[in-house]
């Protein structure tokens, strides 16, 4: 069984940066695709950006692109999410998750992953 643990999250001011953690047991983390997604008071939960460990691909929602980049350190079994130029609308609970199927791998559609973490809220201040 896979373990994510999120970490990073805060209250932050329009402008300002914040970089996530998730922390992940197993062995075989370097082949997981792995994600972020988020989900605002009331609304369902949205892609936000995934890597792809076959060719480290990477692959953002237009709404961050340019602002945020995901990354990963396969040495400390942790990916991590560089937020910079934080917007209001920025504002919710931030998951990571990942999967062991990334063959056909629909990156932005939550039901494609096996394993999630728990959240942690980032605010951003206007």
């Known amino acids: 069984q896979v373990q994510l643990v999120e970490s990073g999250g805060g209250l932050v001011q329009a402008g300002g940066s914040l970089r996530l953690s998730c922390a992940a047991s197993?062995?075989?983390?370097?082949?997981?695709?792995m994600g972020w997604f988020r989900q605002a008071p009331g609304k369902e939960r949205t892609f936000v950006a995934a890597?792809?460990?076959?060719?480290?691909?990477?692959y953002y929602a237009d709404s961050v692109k340019g602002r945020f980049t995901i990354s990963r350190d396969n040495a400390k079994n942790t990916v991590y999410l560089q937020m910079n130029s934080l917007k209001p609308e920025d504002t919710a609970v931030y998951y990571c998750?990942?999967?062991?199927?990334?063959?056909?791998?629909?990156?932005?559609?939550?039901?494609?992953?096996?394993?999630w973490g728990q959240g942690t809220q980032v605010t951003v201040s206007s």
């Open positions: 197993g062995r075989a983390f370097s082949s997981y695709g």
């Open positions: 890597h792809n460990p076959s060719g480290g691909w990477t």
């Open positions: 998750a990942g999967t062991v199927s990334i063959y056909y791998w629909d990156y932005v559609g939550p039901s494609s992953y096996d394993y």
